[in-house]
Structures are given as C-alpha cells and as structure tokens.
C-alpha cells in the first residue's frame, strides 16, 4: 500500500507521516527531501521559488516511484506539498487500488483562531531530537 498525504504548508503533513511511520515501520518519502536533493545537487535548474514547475517537475518522478512500490508489493508514504490535486489521473486502476490519499487542511478560521500555535509548531519534526 502506498500512503499519499497531501496539503498545504504547515498543515501537520510531516508530523502525520513520521507518526504513521513510527506505527506500521513502512519506509517513507518526503518530496521536499526530494526537492532539495535535486536542487542542491545541480540536477535540475529550479529553485525553491518555482513551486509551479517544482510540481510538475517532482510529480513526475514521484509518479514512478510509486508505481515501482506497487508493481514490488511494497508499502511507502509519501507526503509533501507537490501532490497535484488531480493526482489521481496519472495513475491506473490497478495502481489506485494500492493507494490510500490523506490531504490535510486548516480552514480560514482555525487558522485565524491557532495562527500563534501553528506558527509556534509549524517546524517541530525538524527540531525534534
């Protein structure tokens, strides 16, 4: 099984996934990891700016790591931001089976009500020991 979680920014995707693989042990991918691999790297030109490009840019790598797991019988969360919201047409049936899609969001007014919490916990996994 592949896990998908999506959303925006600080949405808690991170944390949601560090705890899922704490719980089931199944390896995980991070696409800013990812992100930033290729980009310190030199193997693509992008910035941390071109979101809209990083998107299509790193879902498409994305896309065949994810059908390598399944096509494996391998289990794998992937989480980040760069999951476009019409993931589920680049995949087939028989893919979609094995894919289970978790897309976090904070609506207008929890985000107004807990902006100090959210803000004060928005890197907690990276400050984690």
Not at 8 to 25: I, N, P
Not at 69 to 91: H, R, S, T
Not at 103 to 117: D, G, P, Q, V
Request: net charge positive; charged share 25%.
């Amino acid at each position: 099984m592949v896990i998908l979680i999506a959303g925006a920014s600080h949405t808690g995707k991170t944390l949601f996934a560090q705890k899922l693989l704490e719980k089931y042990k199944y390896p995980y991918l991070s696409i800013d990891h990812l992100k930033m691999g290729l980009i310190r790297s030199g193997q693509t030109n992008l910035t941390v700016e071109d979101d809209e490009q990083l998107t299509k840019y790193l879902w498409s790598i994305v896309v065949e790591i994810i059908k390598t797991a399944i096509e494996n019988k391998q289990n794998l969360i992937v989480e980040g931001c760069y999951i476009p919201a019409d993931w589920i047409g680049y995949f087939k049936q028989r893919y979609l089976e094995e894919i289970k899609y978790c897309c976090l969001i904070m609506s207008e007014e929890y985000i107004k009500n807990n902006f100090s919490t959210i803000k004060q916990k928005a890197n907690i996994i990276e400050k984690r020991l």
